[in-house]
Every structure is written in structure tokens, then in C-alpha cells.
């Protein structure tokens, strides 16, 4: 008989709507699995039990004064959904892994927690996150290091790797998390999941830490494709403020609809060579994407090997935005001894970008980003870029990180993610699909990147590879 947490959220989520599952047994079942495992896992900063159980029963009230009077919920309403400790929930600790922020308690919520909210989901906590999101890797002086469920001795990624490995290890049915420079796809990729960095403008930042390079966004971790899309639907919308906004879907229509839909006969480019000059990419790596391009062959889309020049300038640019996004991030004077070695030498750099040079690379990231447009735009164009995620295997817990030489270590960091922050630089939408597993039982991603504003494509082809190679029923042992 199959355990609650072996449902996908759309089956919770149904058996909720139906009164056959309770939001409050749900609930239960989720924070006994954390109380249970997550010691071992570090996938939680903060646990929020009373609270959850507070959301679980309203959300059970809810749901049978919905059944009496033939309402509609909303397609996720008391469904546990956890948040990254890098946004803002009112009332709850939010430290963003920092030791300088160990007791900061927000009194607003991000607008992403404002609409999950509103979509009736229960948090069961705060995420593990690395200090302000910096690395690729969740290790902080707050909590025990993130894993992979695939292997314990090794990091779930980063930054959301708290997220990625509750869902990956049942401690949740699906995550928020974010992603400025692979941070969703990353720990997708190691932990075996799929995930959505989605068009730049497409979530809202707001309303007090905006984003103003477009880096960053939030984006949904699931171990289905329309479990992470009906996340989108509930996270996405522009508020009012918001420095971008996505083209929206036509009216009436989801991201979970284009689960379900053919995505037709597509051109499909297979870039397997890193974008970052001296990079090599791991045996394993190549050969899950073009094992991939040959199933995506084998489903009648046209896939051509494409080269992209290695190109210093870009990794100039995104080193020097990142470095005074790291800069910007508020910390009191009295923590700034307390900040990790990275976090120390990011902002100090970042304190050194000029305004001129600042300028200087977002025109590179726009510049990027029409070359790029160009090329995907029909006819003649590409409609979605196939390569690796990452440029090797799930790496030890601490072997990235080198407090000892903090710009040795993101040299490394960007060695092991080459071609992620890509996406970032120019707002396309990509996902990391959970297709391949190596000889190790090691999970070894592919992403998915299409045009700017449409998710949809991806959603469509990302769905159509998880029915010809299903992967949601491939659990770690700990599962």
C-alpha cells in the first residue's frame, strides 16, 4: 500500500478536493518524516510545525465548505509546500544562511509567499539556502550541509538544495526555491528532480528585494512535470513595482495544460561543449544529453549538434554582477565578521564594480540575450537548446567549497556549472529533466532551454520525455 508522501501533489491535491485525504493527515505525515530524517538530510533552516498545523486545519475547513457549496479550491489548496530561506515569511525566522541574520524575523511577506497563501498551500518550514544564495553547494554555519538522498556523503546543490532534497527524499511533495545562476536547476540535477527557472519577469521579487539585473527568480522544484507546473501557475504573475514581466499565457490557459499537450515536431539544438573557456565536461555528462538527443530523435523532433564560442567576456560580466549582488545584500554592521569566507570576498570585489563597469555588463547579458534570440527565432531558428546541466557528477559535500581560497572556490563553482548561468544572463526560461542516471545510481540532469516567455514549450517536451522515460517512481533508499 502506497504511503502519502509516494502521491504526486496533484494526487494529494485531488484526494483534498475529494475529502478522501485530510490536509491535516497530509501534514502530519510530512513533519513526522522531517522529525524523522531530516537531522541526517539538512534540508530544513527552520521548521514551522505550529503554524503548518494551523494552515492544515484552516485548509480542511476550507476545502469542506468548498464541497458543500460545489466551489472550486485552488489546484494546490493543502498541499505542503515549503519555502527557501532566501525569501521572506511574515513572522518566521529568515536568516538567509547567514549567521549575521540568525535572528532576523521579517514582518511582510515576499509576494511569492503571498500567493502561496492565497493558493490555500501549508509551509512546513524554511529551506536550507548557503549564505545569500552565493554558491552552488548548501553548506552555512546555521544547519548541517544539504544532501542527496542518491548519496549522503554528497551536497544536494545550491543554491536551493535544502529544497530540492526534501522533495527528493519525500520530506515534501514539491519546494519553492529560486535561481540566479542555476539554483533551481542545480540541485534538480543531483537530486534527481525537475525543475523551472522560468522567464525573467514571470515571478515577482518583490516587494522588498528586488532583483533589478534579472538574474534571479523563483521557480518550482517537483518530482513530476505537472506538479511543477501547477506550482508555476500558483507562483506566477507581476505585481505592481515588479522591474520585468513575462509575456502571459493566452487567456484561460495554464502551465499545467501544456503538460498534458503534444508539443509538436520541434528543432532542437544539442549544445554538449561548456560556454566557459578551459572547461571540461565529465564522460557521464556528455553522454546523458546526447543519450537524451537520441531519444528526442526517437520522438520525431530534428536535433543538430550546436557550438557556442567560449567567451570570457560573459563570465567578466556575470562575475562582476554577482559580486555586487552580493554586495547589495543588507547585513547589519555587527555581522559583518560573521559572514563566510565567499560571502566576504564577493562583496568586497562587488564594492569595487564601478557604476560604468556595472553598466557595461548588463549591456554584455543584453547583448547576449538578442545573439541568442536570433537564433531561436523562427524560421530557420531553433526552438529549444538541449546540453547538460551540469559539467559533472554530484560532487562531495565540501569539495567546492575552500574557505582558504574563496576565489579559487568560484572558479570551481563555475567550472561545475558552465552552462546555467547562461539563462540567467538572458531571461530564457530553462528547465533541468531528470532522465539519466549514471553507473554510480548517481542522478545526471539535462536542461531544457527555449525562448524568452515561453515555458511552455518546455513544459510540453519536458512532459513527453517524462512519459517515454518516467522517472518519478525512481526513489532513493532512504525514500
Known amino acids: 500500500m502506497a504511503d502519502l508522501h509516494d502521491l504526486t501533489a496533484l494526487e494529494q491535491a485531488q484526494g483534498i478536493r475529494s475529502g478522501e485525504l485530510s490536509p491535516v493527515e497530509l501534514t502530519e505525515h510530512y513533519l513526522a518524516r ?47 509546500v515549503p519555502v527557501k530561506d532566501l525569501s521572506q515569511v511574515a513572522g518566521v525566522r529568515c536568516t538567509m544562511g547567514s549567521r549575521a541574520l540568525a535572528d532576523h524575523v521579517p ?139 513575462a509575456p502571459a499565457l493566452p487567456p484561460g490557459e495554464t502551465f499545467a495544460e501544456q503538460a498534458r499537450r503534444d508539443p509538436g515536431r520541434l528543432r532542437i539544438a544539442c549544445l554538449t561543449k561548456a560556454p566557459v573557456p578551459g572547461t571540461e565536461v565529465h564522460a557521464d555528462c556528455r553522454t546523458a544529453t546526447t543519450d537524451t538527443a537520441a531519444l528526442l530523435t526517437g520522438l520525431g523532433h530534428e536535433v543538430e549538434e550546436l557550438s557556442l564560442p567560449a567567451d570570457d567576456g560573459i563570465l567578466l560580466a ?63 531558428g531553433y526552438d529549444v537548446i538541449l546540453s547538460p546541466t551540469l559539467a559533472a557528477p554530484p560532487a562531495e559535500v565540501g569539495a567546492l567549497r575552500n574557505d582558504a581560497d574563496p576565489q579559487a572556490e568560484f572558479a570551481a563553482i563555475g567550472a561545475f556549472s558552465p552552462f546555467t548561468a547562461l539563462y540567467n544572463a538572458t531571461g530564457q526560461p530553462a528547465v533541468n529533466v531528470p532522465v539519466q542516471w549514471n553507473a554510480e545510481g548517481l542522478p545526471i540532469g539535462v536542461m531544457l532551454a527555449g525562448r524568452y516567455g515561453d515555458e511552455a514549450t518546455l513544459i510540453a517536451l519536458s512532459a513527453q520525455l517524462e512519459q517515454a522515460r518516467p522517472w518519478a517512481g525512481r526513489t532513493p533508499s532512504m525514500w
Not at 541526517?40 to 521548521?47: D, I, N, P, V
Request: aromatic share 4%; with cysteine; net charge neutral.
Open 107 to 245: 514582518t511582510v511577506d515576499d509576494h511569492v509567499v503571498g500567493k502561496l497563501r492565497t493558493g490555500g498551500t501549508i509551509l512546513l518550514g524554511k529551506t536550507n539556502t548557503p549564505e545569500f544564495g552565493l554558491p552552488c553547494y548548501t553548506e552555512n554555519e546555521l544547519a548541517p550541509p544539504a544532501r542527496t538522498p542518491w548519496d549522503l556523503a554528497r551536497s544536494a546543490g545550491g543554491s536551493s538544495g535544502g529544497a530540492a532534497a526534501a522533495v527528493a527524499a519525500g520530506l515534501a511533495p514539491l519546494a519553492h526555491a529560486t535561481d540566479g545562476g542555476g539554483s533551481i536547476r542545480i540541485p534538480a540535477s543531483v537530486c534527481g528532480l525537475f525543475g523551472i527557472k522560468p522567464s525573467r519577469g514571470r515571478i515577482s521579487g518583490g516587494p522588498l528585494l528586488h532583483d533589478i539585473s534579472g538574474l534571479a527568480t523563483a521557480g518550482p522544484l517537483a518530482r513530476t512535470v505537472a506538479d511543477a507546473a501547477t506550482l508555476l501557475d500558483v507562483l506566477a504573475g507581476a505585481m505592481p513595482g515588479d522591474p520585468f514581466a
Open 318 to 380: 556575470f562575475t562582476r554582477v554577482w559580486s555586487v549582488l552580493a554586495a547589495s545584500r543588507p547585513v547589519p554592521p555587527e555581522g559583518e565578521k560573521l559572514l563566510m569566507p565567499l560571502t566576504r570576498y564577493l562583496r568586497d570585489r562587488g564594492a569595487e564594480v564601478s557604476g560604468t563597469d556595472f553598466a557595461r555588463s548588463m549591456y554584455a547579458f543584453r547583448m547576449l540575450s538578442q545573439s541568442l534570440a536570433d537564433g531561436l527565432m523562427p524560421p530557420g
Open 34 to 80: 522531517i522529525e524523522r530524517l531530516d537531522d541526517t538530510l539538512g534540508a530544513f533552516l527552520t521548521r514551522t510545525p505550529d503554524l503548518a498545523r494551523k494552515q492544515a486545519t484552516d485548509a480542511e475547513s476550507e476545502a469542506t465548505a468548498a464541497r458543500r457549496e460545489g466551489r472550486e479550491l485552488p489546484p494546490l489548496h493543502g498541499v505542503p
